[in-house]
């Protein structure tokens, strides 16, 4: 298997066909076999079925967490790439083809995606926008780094990586914690602008709590004592 896609889902009815169809039409023509790996956290609505019919294979997490649901997705991929996308149409999956041949082209070892250098009017409210400011100015601060979007979830990456990477947080937080574990341990790692679109279905994050959950967390990883967990 050379890619595996990993979408974590929760009550994603509404989109999660269209992203897998995207899905399909996109890499129709990949050189190599791929996989979609959605990770469901007990969705109550028809979100697996749809994904079945679709193609995916399913995987179910009753574990709640952003950041756990992806831990289990990169555990039982079987690609030696992994994308990720979230399920609610935001991200551009179709771009998926032409990052896994930048990744390889270039000798990369990690990607993740910039979202806010292309952002359309109207797709992030001002206080989002304003949190994501915060927050990778923060980054940038306290790791030593100069990237754009501290909070993107759509990476693209070789697996093999993991082995040397330490993702910690179970929530949120993931989101950062892998791009400061890609560039802290010395990975070829780059960021590429992206679309990002409106996104359909119900909003999960929780705007004000989540964002002082990850505020905190870059603190915590930042002075944690060398060997605490």
Same mark, same amino acid.
């Given at each position: 298997?050379?890619?595996?896609?990993?979408?974590?889902?929760?009550?994603?009815e509404?989109?999660?066909?269209?992203?897998?169809?995207?899905?399909?039409d996109?890499?129709?023509?990949?050189?190599?076999?791929?996989?979609v790996?959605?990770?469901?956290?007990?969705?109550?609505?028809?979100?697996?079925?749809?994904?079945?019919s679709?193609?995916?294979?399913?995987?179910?997490?009753?574990?709640r967490?952003?950041?756990r649901?992806?831990?289990?997705?990169?555990e039982?991929?079987?690609?030696e790439i992994?994308?990720?996308?979230?399920?609610?149409?935001?991200?551009?999956?179709?771009?998926i083809?032409k990052?896994?041949k930048?990744?390889?082209?270039?000798?990369?070892?990690?990607i993740?995606?910039?979202?806010?250098?292309?952002?359309?009017?109207?797709v992030?409210?001002?206080k989002?926008?304003?949190?994501?400011w915060?927050?990778k100015?923060?980054?940038?601060?306290?790791f030593g780094?100069?990237?754009?979007?501290?909070?993107?979830?759509?990476w693209?990456?070789?697996?093999?990586?993991?082995?040397?990477?330490?993702?910690?947080?179970?929530?949120m937080?993931?989101?950062? %914690?892998? $791009?400061?574990?890609? /560039?802290?341990?010395g990975?070829?790692?780059?960021?590429?602008?992206?679309?990002? +679109?409106? !996104? &359909?279905? %119900?909003? $999960?994050?929780?705007? /004000?709590?989540?964002?002082f959950?990850n505020?905190?967390?870059?603190?915590?990883? +930042?002075? !944690? &004592?060398?060997?605490?967990k």
């Amino acid at each position: 298997m050379k890619v595996s896609i990993i979408i974590p889902t929760m009550n994603e009815e509404e989109s999660i066909g269209e992203v897998m169809d995207t899905i399909s039409d996109s890499l129709r023509e990949f050189e190599g076999d791929y996989e979609v790996a959605v990770v469901d956290t007990e969705s109550k609505d028809r979100t697996v079925e749809i994904a079945k019919s679709k193609g995916a294979r399913v995987i179910d997490e009753p574990r709640r967490g952003y950041g756990r649901a992806y831990k289990t997705g990169f555990e039982r991929a079987k690609g030696e790439i992994i994308a990720t996308l979230d399920a609610d149409c935001t991200y551009p999956a179709e771009d998926i083809p032409k990052l896994v041949k930048m990744l390889e082209d270039e000798n990369l070892d990690f990607i993740t995606c910039d979202r806010l250098s292309r952002l359309e009017k109207g797709v992030m409210s001002a206080k989002h926008r304003f949190g994501n400011w915060v927050l990778k100015v923060t980054t940038n601060i306290l790791f030593g780094m100069r990237i754009k979007d501290s909070q993107s979830g759509m990476w693209v990456f070789r697996k093999k990586i993991l082995d040397k990477i330490e993702l910690t947080s179970d929530g949120m937080p993931l989101s950062e %914690e892998i $791009k400061i574990e890609a /560039w802290r341990k010395g990975f070829r790692a780059k960021e590429v602008p992206i679309a990002y +679109r409106m !996104r &359909k279905g %119900e909003v $999960k994050l929780q705007s /004000w709590n989540d964002g002082f959950k990850n505020l905190k967390f870059l603190f915590r990883k +930042r002075f !944690r &004592k060398k060997g605490a967990k």
